[in-house]
C-alpha cells in the first residue's frame, strides 16, 4: 500500500516538474517574440518585443527629404502600433495553451495588462476605473 501511495507521489512530482519546465520554455519563448513593421514605401521600419518594448527603428537615408519631422513621428507611432498589435497577437497564440481561462487572456496580453481577472475579490481602483470607461464605450 506504501509502495503504490509513494509511486503515485513519485509520478505526480515528475508530471509537476514536466509542466513546470514546459511553462520555464513557453516563457522564454514569449520574452523572444519580436517584430519588425514596415511602411509601405520602406522608410521606416520598427521593431518591437514583448511588453511593447521598442527595441530598434531603421530610418531610410531618404525620410528626411520625403517626410516632414511631424509625418515622420506619425510614421513611426504607425510602425510601432503595428509591430506591437503583431506581438501582442503572438504572445497570446503563445501562451494560451497555458491559461487556464483564455477570456481573460486580454487582460495580460491587451491594451492596459492587469491580473485582476485572475484574482478574487473586488479589483483594483485602476481596473475598475478601466472597466467603467470600456462599458460607457
Known sequence: MADAFEATIEEMAR???????????????YNAIE???RS??????????????????????????????????????RQADMATAEVAE????????????TEHLDALFGENPGIDPFLPGPASPAAQEDARRQEAR
Open 40 to 77: 509601405k514605401d520602406g522608410l521606416v521600419a520598427v521593431t518591437v518585443g514583448t511588453g511593447g518594448r521598442l527595441r530598434g527603428i531603421e530610418l531610410h537615408p531618404r525620410v528626411y527629404r520625403s517626410l516632414s519631422p511631424s509625418e515622420l513621428a506619425e510614421a513611426i507611432m
Open 35 to 37: 517584430h519588425t513593421a
Open 15 to 29: 508530471e509537476i516538474d514536466q509542466e513546470v519546465a514546459r511553462v520555464r520554455e513557453t516563457y522564454a519563448e
Open 90 to 101: 503572438r504572445g497570446r497564440a503563445l501562451m494560451a495553451p497555458l491559461m487556464p481561462d
